[in-house]
């Protein structure tokens, strides 16, 4: 799929979508941190901080999708970036299960120093900087955005579960061992419902992303390099 061609001039009926668009942007960032500060109870806080990242999204968005419809590098660079970094998360989850696949493994796994910091120090960048930028300048291109969209939507509803249900658990239980200890099977249903959010979250994050950078339909080539 070639990039750098001429773009159509928007018509009345498009340029009302895309500012219906460019409102809901500041909409779903604050929804999705007033979810996410259940993982921390800081709901109220990560509130705010959605509606200021929203706003300032939404203000630097058209000029964004701008440079993504002129240049397949600026479209590529962020998809480019997320597909080894989501490789990374998948690999990650797995071992975590290999190295935890009992209540009482998993439970020791959670004493481990660093361990729910890997997931958090790779996720952030995902929900507030790489996702949304690689929707907003693939924008333009209508054939990626949809597979985009699809991902992202996996992803942040794989993100909200994990803040009302996985992460608060994890984060309880890594502070009160011996409390958890005496709930294995409230651990190991945990466990159960964890690796079906790495199949249906991770894996096909993943997978999306792989098509998004590497299959010719999805791909975005400079028009030179389309005629070379």
């Not at 952030?124 to 930028?133: I, R, S, T």
């Not at 597979?147 to 309880?172: Q, T």
Request: aromatic share 10%; net charge positive; charged share 10%.
């Amino acid at each position: 799929m070639s990039a750098d061609a001429p773009q159509a001039t928007d018509s009345p009926k498009q340029t009302r979508q895309h500012r219906l668009g460019l409102v809901a942007i500041p909409v779903l960032s604050t929804a999705f941190g007033f979810v996410s500060g259940y993982a921390i109870d800081q709901r109220l806080l990560m509130a705010g901080f959605g509606l200021l990242w929203g706003v300032v999204a939404m203000l630097v968005a058209p000029r964004i999708a701008r440079r993504g419809a002129r240049s397949a590098r600026q479209a590529n660079t962020p998809v480019y970036v997320m597909l080894p970094l989501a490789c990374i998360v998948l690999g990650g989850s797995i071992l975590g299960h290999l190295a935890g696949p009992t209540p009482t493994a998993f439970l020791q796994l959670l004493q481990q120093p660093g361990y729910g910091l890997f997931f958090y120090a790779l996720h952030v960048p995902f929900e507030w900087l790489l996702m949304p930028w690689a929707l907003i300048v693939n924008w333009p291109h209508p054939t990626r955005r949809w597979l985009l969209i699809v991902a992202a939507v996996i992803f942040y509803l794989g993100r909200v579960a994990s803040a009302l249900y996985f992460a608060p658990n994890a984060i309880d239980w890594g502070r009160h061992p011996t409390q958890a200890a005496a709930h294995l099977d409230q651990v190991a249903l945990w466990i159960r419902l964890d690796l079906i959010r790495l199949i249906l979250q991770d894996t096909v994050n993943a997978a999306l992303l792989l098509l998004a950078a590497l299959h010719p339909k999805f791909r975005l080539v400079s028009s030179t390099t389309a005629h070379a």
